[in-house]
């Protein structure tokens, strides 16, 4: 599977009130937040998943908005913990305000250890394998992927570069081998999940496949969803969720931006 550049992480953030470099790093999965519980749900048990396969790291995790702990709040009981540096991953598939400048000035005023921002999920072989798993885990087998087309209904930004990198994902997915694979946003630009489902069924494909290229379930993800039903597609796999890949792909991003080295395979 071809890969798709991955963003360059983040600068350290430098704050004169930062520990020295004496204790233990730490890792912090960083989610967007959402009044549904499924989300943080979701991210805790990426968390749990992450912390039982890397027992001696510390793994702690923070949301941007909605949930708790914020961002400053984990960041301070990590250093209560004895944790003098951080790596920050931010649980974003795509490069957009989130990650550009929403949690780069959050990180900038936060108490807490010497942190660092990783890179964002998006760009890796990892997310496209897990996008892979969750289709087989919808039904589809090797054997369908000439037939079926699948479309990777992102959540949509007004972000060039982000809307770029869903692009990128889908022309990366098809070189595994599906007939057709088309990005779709659920909110803006078009086209809309359930529009290239109808243009994939005009233009004669067997079986359509939507895919959530999202990683946790939520309003956006539920939108999807009802897209794909009102258009009739023939499957719809699960958001990636806490799947295998994502876990070693956080820790892959925490090495990445050259601030943990965990003992054993990521």
């Known amino acids: 599977m071809t890969a798709v550049r991955a963003a360059p992480a983040g600068p ?5 009130h930062a520990r020295t470099d004496t204790g233990s790093p730490a890792l912090l999965l960083v ?11 979701t991210v805790r048990a990426l968390t749990g998943r992450i912390r039982r396969s890397h027992p001696g790291l510390h793994v702690a995790a923070a949301f941007l908005d909605f949930d708790t702990p914020d961002v400053p709040g984990a960041l301070e009981a990590l250093r209560r913990d004895g944790a003098a540096r951080a790596v920050a991953v931010p649980l974003l598939l795509t490069r957009a305000y989130h990650a550009k400048t929403d949690l780069p000035a959050v990180l900038a005023d936060a108490p807490g250890p010497r942190v660092r921002q990783a890179a ?5 072989p990892l997310l496209l394998a897990a996008v892979e798993r969750r ?6 087998s ?16 007004t972000d060039p570069e982000a809307i770029e990198s869903v692009g990128a994902a889908a022309t990366a997915l098809r070189r595994s081998g599906w007939c057709a694979v088309r990005p779709a ?3 803006v630009p078009r086209p809309r ?12 494909v067997r079986r359509v496949a939507v895919a959530p290229y999202v990683l946790a379930p939520g309003l956006l993800p539920d939108r999807i969803a009802a897209e794909a039903e009102a258009a009739r597609a023939d499957v719809l796999s699960a958001p990636l969720g806490a799947a295998p890949e994502i876990a070693r792909l956080v820790v892959r991003r925490a ?3 050259g601030l943990l080295t965990p003992a054993g395979s990521d």
């Open 142 to 157: 090797a054997a369908d992927r000439l037939t079926t087309g699948v479309v990777l209904a992102a959540a949509g930004s």
């Open 120 to 124: 964002v999920l998006g760009g890796s």
């Open 31 to 41: 989610g967007h937040g959402s009044r549904d519980r499924r989300h943080a749900e």
């Open 193 to 204: 999940p359930a529009e290239v489902v109808r243009d994939l069924r005009a233009r004669g």
């Open 135 to 140: 289709l087989r885990e919808a039904g589809l």
């Open 255 to 257: 090495r990445e931006a």
């Open 185 to 187: 946003f659920v909110t």
């Open 12 to 16: 350290a953030v430098r704050r004169t």
